[in-house]
């Protein structure tokens, strides 16, 4: 696992058992992809056992049971639900597509098949597997078993050392590793929530978690193994706070104020209207700028980690109004 410097990931790595096991700890093991919401997008279509051929079928020629199965690892056990197939005709439509010809969803599946060829598609979540099968005329037909080299991730963040993050308030986003030419990376899925199992193909990705709206983003790269469920743990350089334009410490915050915060080198990160806003910063150095009934007044103040606090900007403040008077000056 690679971890940009400065940045903090802690990994747990469970084994992913598909079927057995005791005790609570035990069944969440056997099956962590039924213990916590996933991410998965099967087709909605509806379940089918068999098919009519495309094309004309051939007299006397009889479809044959074809099994299913789909493992995490080459040496795993089936997959019992979660499971969408797929079975697409070789040949392209004139739309250039492979036709899908049945779907089935849930475990190990069974399709009846005239002899020929076709390509059967598993999706487990964000992780797939792709085969070319041939059902033989003669003799019995062969049980089909495709490999998914596939694992999940499960991904939270903490702020400062260790300070929970509301859930509403931090989303992942989950990146191919690899850089196109322009610098960009492929998304695989974006806004996910914490504690949300995504399925993966075995590999690096990139992982962009952001709390809030402002300016507090963690990148990381995490490794997905096969058959194992992989939690990581982000933590957040950051803090949330809610600004007050008050006539003395403490005070009733003041209405219709208009909020501008800039970092320690003049770049405004957040503007905002209201008694008391409030918003996620990165920790560092900033200055709030508080505008009402056109006058200006600001407040340098420093963002600590996992420090949540009111920042307060007084009124009566005259060194505060003079400062700010002169920046709006400098800006026009």
């Not at 501008?260 to 405004?268: A, E, N, P, R, V």
Request: no cysteine.
């Amino acid at each position: 696992m690679r971890i940009t410097a400065g940045q903090f990931l802690r990994v747990f790595t469970a084994l992913i058992f598909v079927s057995g096991g005791s005790g609570s700890r035990a069944q969440d093991l056997a099956d962590p992809f039924k213990s916590f919401p996933a991410i998965s997008s099967p087709q909605k279509m509806p379940k089918l056992n068999s098919f009519n051929p495309v094309g004309p079928e051939a007299e006397g020629v009889k479809a044959k049971d074809i099994r299913l199965e789909a493992l995490l690892t080459e040496k795993g056990k089936p997959v019992e639900q979660g499971l969408t197939w797929r079975v697409f005709n070789p040949i392209p439509g004139s739309d250039g597509k492979l036709p899908l010809l049945a779907t089935s969803e849930g475990g190990s599946a069974a399709f009846q098949l005239i002899p020929g060829e076709y390509f059967v598609n598993v999706a487990f979540g964000r992780a797939g597997a792709t085969r070319k099968i041939r059902v033989a005329e003669a003799g019995p037909a062969e049980k089909q078993v495709l490999v998914l080299d596939a694992g999940g991730v499960m991904l939270n963040a903490v702020s400062g050392s260790d300070m929970r993050i509301p859930p509403g308030e931090l989303s992942f986003s989950i990146f191919s590793a690899d850089e196109k030419e322009d610098g960009e990376r492929a998304l695989v899925v974006a806004d996910v929530k914490p504690d949300t199992v995504v399925r993966l193909n075995t590999g690096t990705y990139h992982v962009v978690s952001n709390y809030g709206s402002v300016n507090a983003v963690i990148r990381a790269d995490i490794q997905v193994e096969a058959g194992k469920l992989t939690e990581a743990t982000i933590q957040h350089r950051a803090a949330k706070l809610t600004l007050k334009l008050v006539s003395e410490p403490g005070g009733e915050a003041i209405a219709d104020t208009a909020w501008s915060i800039l970092t320690s080198s003049g770049d405004i990160v957040s503007e905002s209207v209201g008694a008391f806003p409030t918003l996620v910063l990165a920790e560092g150095g900033y200055t709030a700028i508080a505008r009402n009934k056109e006058k200006i007044f600001q407040r340098d103040f420093t963002v600590k980690a996992g420090v949540n606090t009111d920042v307060e900007v007084l009124l009566n403040d005259k060194e505060s109004q003079a400062a700010a008077n002169g920046a709006a000056d400098a800006q026009n």
